[in-house]
């Protein structure tokens, strides 16, 4: 995810030249199998926290980091998330002190919670987003090369069934709206998630994920 997270440091503007960024883990996803860590090592000795790392304003570093989240959550490997990152903590991680736990009272932080939740949640029950994670079977892009708009998209597949459904998120603007995949609407979300039928394809079960600037 390092790649990833310089890619998501840059202005929404200036993404365009840096996609290959965000497209070049998939040349080796399936080498190993791997575990997509934002850890504790991103988060001390200066590198600042994940929502301190986001570009613009405050709404903005939090629509940033809710699409960040996201991609991660549809990309190929085991996850990991280290504590404090799940909420938003504005201080790098010190071990001498707890976890921010008051910015919860806060809206903003309360809803990138919330997201997480529902990212794991809907991670447990779409079983192409972790069924096929160390295969190349589990994955298909739909298009990797549109960079002008920012947007990637691609398909997860699982053994089974087939639902294709559609995770929209990216380049973020004050005064967006969207919901999340469990469909209860939260007033900070960054992404769009939605259902959508799909033809049943030969492997199965299968997840469409889309990133895009809105």
């Not at 600042?48 to 903005?60: E, H, I, T, V």
């Not at 089974?160 to 004050?174: I, L, Q, V």
């Not at 005064?175 to 469909?183: I, P, V």
Request: with cysteine; aromatic share 12%; net charge neutral.
């Amino acid at each position: 995810m390092h790649d990833m997270l310089e890619y998501i440091k840059q202005d929404p503007v200036h993404r365009r030249w840096h996609h290959n960024q965000v497209t070049f883990s998939m040349l080796y996803a399936f080498t190993e199998n791997f575990v997509l860590p934002f850890s504790h090592d991103e988060v001390v000795h200066g590198k600042r926290a994940m929502l301190d790392k986001m570009p613009g304003d405050l709404w903005q570093k939090h629509a940033n980091l809710r699409s960040l989240y996201g991609y991660m959550f549809a990309h190929p490997g085991k996850k990991l998330l280290f504590m404090g990152s799940e909420f938003g903590q504005w201080r790098e991680w010190n071990y001498d002190t707890s976890l921010d736990w008051h910015l919860l009272q806060y809206a903003e932080h309360q809803g990138l919670r919330q997201w997480v939740q529902d990212l794991n949640h809907t991670y447990q029950r779409e079983s192409s987003l972790h069924e096929v994670d160390f295969d190349y079977t589990g994955f298909q892009w739909v298009d990797c090369c549109d960079n002008e708009n920012s947007v990637m998209s691609f398909l997860r597949r699982a053994k089974g069934r087939c639902r294709g459904w559609t995770t929209a998120s990216g380049c973020p603007k004050a005064g967006g709206t969207a919901s999340s995949s469990t469909a209860t609407a939260h007033a900070t979300a960054a992404a769009t998630w939605a259902t959508a039928a799909a033809p049943t394809p030969s492997h199965g079960r299968c997840t469409a994920s889309t990133i895009r600037c809105r």
